[in-house]
Nanobody, 123 residues
Framework: QVQLVESGGGLVQAGGSLRISCAASGGTFSMYTMGWFRQAPGKEREFVGTISWSGGSTYYADSVKGRFTISRDNAKNTVYLQMNSLKPEDTAVYSC????????????????WGQGTQVTVSS
């Protein structure tokens, strides 16, 4: 089963950009739909976006559409989340997740999760 490790989180000012990564190991990465989710303190886990196994299809939550971009490099077993025009309300722990089936925005349908990386946006 694939294992996931996120990296690249940190502190950024509002309006800035950050790219976080999720490296996979122990499985056939190219078989998985990959999702990004986030959870702010006191809030439920929120869908951010997802990318198909080939990278040919992406879907985003309305709250990040036009600002965030998901990409993947199957040769490097890595999926990325490029975040631009960051806002304080984007502050959360960001986690990647893998799913052996197609697109889903529900975290309950993702079997494998990374540990998460903190993204803090200051105003």
């Amino acid at each position: 089963q694939v294992q996931l490790v996120e990296s690249g989180g940190g502190l950024v000012q509002a309006g800035g950009s950050l790219r976080i990564s999720c490296a996979a190991s122990g499985g056939t990465f190219s078989m998985y739909t990959m999702g990004w989710f986030r959870q702010a303190p006191g809030k439920e886990r929120e869908f951010v976006g997802t990318i198909s196994w080939s990278g040919g299809s992406t879907y985003y939550a309305d709250s990040v559409k036009g600002r965030f971009t998901i990409s993947r490099d199957n040769a490097k077993n890595t999926v990325y989340l490029q975040m631009n025009s960051l806002k304080p309300e984007d502050t959360a722990v960001y986690s990647c997740a893998a799913r052996a089936r197609g697109y889903s925005g529900s975290p309950d349908l993702y079997a494998t999760w990374g540990q998460g990386t903190q993204v803090t946006v200051s105003s």
